[in-house]
């Protein structure tokens, strides 16, 4: 059971270069979601997906699209990077029917570097 | 809308002594889920322990315990016997449980280490 799968887990990328994060989950949840964790700021939602073809915005959007085209499969996608994207990215899934208290799994992390 | 807040960024405790972490957390709403996840130098989010709002009995993990006052929105980690393993960020989050609401607010986390 490999859980929730982020690649790649480093890259570096120029200013203005677009690249997409990849996020698989082999648990069948509905729920999935992308973080951003910057020193001293905790984890800030990004993006975030209740079932196929749903997305919503959370606390930082800008800058970043997503997709849900499969129950498995959230894209995070940079257009235009910038060096204030410089962060590490944590992909989460989680229940949330079935009387679930939405407790989130996690990827490893995606280490992202804007020169 | 919904806050979390942790005020102690750097906590020492002595291993095989006992260590409270401290979150607090702001909201109207009367039914929520809190959790306190782990996350060690390998980066990756661990869940540590959940507490449903509406139970009043504080959860309990192995040498994991919370302290949840609902009253006064606190939800305290206390971890006994420390191990040099728990030296980690540690994160208090809340989720709201409103259907089609699915956000979780994290706090800023609090470097717990371990000394031998």
């Known amino acids: 059971n490999a859980g929730v799968t982020q690649t790649p887990k480093f890259q570096v990328l120029k200013t203005g270069q677009s690249m997409t994060l990849q996020c698989a989950q082999d648990?069948?949840?509905?729920?999935m979601s992308w973080y951003r964790q910057d020193p001293g700021m905790g984890l800030r939602l990004i993006h975030y997906s209740v079932g196929a073809g749903i997305t919503d915005q959370g606390e930082v959007p800008n800058g970043y699209n997503v997709s849900r085209s499969t129950t498995e499969d959230f894209p995070l996608r940079l257009l235009s990077a910038a060096p204030s994207q410089t962060s590490v990215y944590f992909c989460?899934?989680?229940?949330?029917?079935?009387?679930?208290?939405?407790?989130?799994?996690f990827g490893e992390g995606s280490r992202l570097t804007v020169l | 809308a919904q806050t979390v807040t942790q005020s102690q960024p750097e906590m020492s405790v002595q291993e095989a002594e006992t260590v409270t972490l401290s979150c607090t957390y702001d909201?109207?709403?009367?039914?929520?889920?809190l959790f306190w996840y782990k996350q060690p130098p390998s980066r990756q989010m661990i869940l540590v322990i959940r507490q449903e709002a509406y139970k009043q009995q504080n959860a309990t993990e192995n040498r994991f315990s919370v302290n949840f006052q609902k009253a006064a929105k606190s939800f305290s980690l206390k971890i006994s016997d420390s191990q040099l393993g728990d030296a980690a960020m540690y994160f208090c989050?809340?989720?709201?449980?409103?259907?089609?609401?699915?956000?979780?607010?994290f706090g800023t986390g609090t470097r717990l280490k371990v000394l031998a």
């Open positions: 909201t109207s709403e009367s039914d929520y889920y």
């Open positions: 989050a809340y989720r709201s449980p409103t259907s089609g609401t699915y956000k979780y607010i």
């Open positions: 648990m069948n949840h509905e729920y």
């Open positions: 989460a899934s989680s229940r949330t029917s079935g009387g679930s208290t939405g407790e989130l799994f």
